[in-house]
């Protein structure tokens, strides 16, 4: 870091994160010396091997012009996580079961989220504890609540495909990928906001609802009253069909492949090689 002509992370907020005692990890002092070389590009995503009109995963391939179809996942997601059948929202969950990622605050939030007539999809692995206590939600909300340990890449697909929004609250995140494959697939994403989280969603705040350029929900400070009042936001929107439709339809055409990002690279790589 300290003799690189360049120093790059994988979003601009993070490239401030890290600026901070909080996120620098002890390394923020050497950081600020090289502020004026620190640059923050956001990742991208395989938008081939991620395309709801083509994804092999998926019980119904569709695109935007074809939300409809998305119930045939939707269908298929509900049997596999053997949950009940009906018109409420459907969150996922497709992550690490770690303290970082927020899981805590998931499972503080379980029984909210079902009083609140939603049901929630979970898919992951890590710590035990955290992932026992999500065994026993599911336990006590049967048909509302459904988890499974492991990790299945062709289930990622489907939730994404299937399911009406994607719960990240992760404490810190570089950038993440997840809730890019959201946008995708039309799969609203409801996230902390930190790093690349802030930088690709676009937060459904009035302003953003009244422009018509929503994409999700952004929530702070990470902690559990917060993600409830971003669970409450979104089953209240998801109320509005007409709302929530041209948020997927926002968040499906957002630019989240990787040519714009891998140009911002070759530029730098320019610029660095001409000193």
């Known amino acids: 870091l300290q003799s690189a002509w360049a120093v790059t992370t994988v ?4 490239a401030q994160e890290i600026r901070t005692p909080e996120f620098g990890m002890g390394l923020d002092g050497l950081i600020n010396r090289r502020a004026p070389d620190l640059h923050g590009i956001v990742n991208g995503i395989d938008d081939d091997v991620w395309n709801p009109a083509s994804d092999k995963h998926l019980a ?3 695109g935007a012009d074809a939300l409809g179809k998305r119930a045939t996942n939707r269908a298929a997601l509900e049997e596999r996580f053997g949950l009940e059948h009906d018109d409420t929202p459907l969150f996922c969950v497709v992550s690490r079961l770690t303290w970082q990622k927020g899981m805590d605050l998931l499972v503080e939030n ?3 989220l079902v009083a609140m007539g939603a049901r929630l999809a979970v898919l992951g ?4 504890g955290l992932e026992g206590q999500l065994l026993a939600a599911a336990a006590r909300h049967r048909g509302r609540i459904g988890v499974v340990v492991g990790y299945d890449e062709a289930l990622s697909h489907l939730m994404q495909g299937g399911a009406d929004a994607i719960l990240i609250p992760s404490r810190f995140e570089p950038c993440g990928l997840t809730q890019l494959y959201g946008l995708r697939y039309g799969c609203v994403p409801v996230v902390a906001r930190t790093g690349g989280l802030a930088d690709t969603v676009i937060d459904a705040n009035e302003a953003a609802l009244s422009s018509g350029v929503a994409t999700g929900f952004q929530f702070s400070p990470v902690d559990e009253p917060s993600l ?3 669970l409450q936001r979104a089953a209240a929107l998801y109320a509005q069909p007409a709302q929530w439709s041209r948020m997927q339809a926002n968040g499906m055409s957002a630019d989240v492949a990787w040519e714009r990002s891998a140009q911002h690279y070759a530029d730098l790589y320019r610029s660095v090689k001409g000193q």
Request: proline share 6%.
């Open 11 to 14: 979003s601009p907020t993070y």
């Open 60 to 62: 119904a391939t569709y």
């Open 110 to 112: 379980a029984d909210a």
């Open 125 to 128: 692995a890590g710590d035990s």
């Open 228 to 230: 409830q009042n971003a």
